[in-house]
């Protein structure tokens, strides 16, 4: 049987969140917030953790105010499937459908911000680049497809690890989210659901870290491909 403890709180922006204290929880309002994708340096290095990459925006007088590791990536921290930054294609997108491993467990998806800062999350076949994409990251699976719960995910399975996904809100803002604690899939799509979001994107899993200071949460070690944050003049 699963337990859920659950309790209601505004974010930052007014959202009322059914959140769940098993997860680290952040919502942000791109088109108020600065929220980038960052993968390689202007050197061409690989960011890799939430510390490299704080001490290149503090370069450039900006804050890191938030950061999570964004997608899979492959065994040289590229990223796995499709990656966009700045409207450059810098990774093609994966069309592969019968492949092992969960960002092959159809459907997945890509997440992405449009060059007018309006967050999406659609299934990798339904995904189309209309040269208006300014940020995008494929990772899979889907944790909500069009409201419903992946078809593939079992209530009270015995499937846990650390994990983070994101959604998009009713009201446009992104909801982040990552386990405190070992969590199913089914569990971490639920918050998603309860939340109201339409559609949410599983992320990674075990190797998943946030920076979220203002929450106490600070984990900068790590080894990522894609790192999506906020920063802050």
Same mark, same amino acid.
């Given at each position: 049987m699963t337990i859920y403890f659950l309790v209601y709180g505004l974010s930052c922006f007014g959202q009322l969140i059914h959140d769940d204290d098993r997860l680290l929880v952040y919502t942000v309002d791109p088109a108020k917030q600065e929220l980038r994708f960052f993968w390689k340096n202007n050197d061409g290095i690989n960011y890799s953790n939430f510390q490299s990459l704080r001490q290149e925006v503090a370069k450039k007088n900006k804050q890191l105010v938030f950061a999570m590791n964004g997608g899979m990536y492959k065994s040289d921290r590229s990223p796995q499937g499709l990656y966009i930054e700045n409207g450059r294609i810098l990774a093609k997108i994966d069309t592969t459908n019968k492949a092992s491993g969960n960002f092959y467990m159809q459907p997945n998806g890509v997440f992405y911000l449009t060059k007018a800062q309006r967050p999406v999350i659609c299934r990798t076949d339904a995904f189309i680049n209309d040269? &208006?994409?300014?940020?995008a990251t494929q990772s899979g699976p889907m944790?909500?497809?069009?409201?419903?719960?992946?078809?593939?995910?079992?209530?009270?399975?015995?499937?846990?690890?650390?994990? &983070?996904?994101?959604?998009?809100?009713p009201n446009g803002h992104v909801l982040f989210a990552m386990s405190k604690e070992e969590i199913n899939f089914y569990d971490l799509a639920t918050f998603f659901k309860l939340n109201g979001c339409l559609n949410a994107l599983y992320l990674d899993g075990f190797v998943s870290r946030t920076y979220l200071p203002s929450k106490g949460w600070e984990q900068l070690d790590g080894t990522f491909g894609v790192i999506i944050a906020e920063t802050r003049n």
């Open positions: 040269n &208006n994409v300014e940020y944790l909500l497809i069009d409201g419903t719960i992946h078809p593939k995910f079992n209530q009270g399975s015995s499937n846990i690890h650390i994990r &983070n996904g994101v959604g998009v809100l």
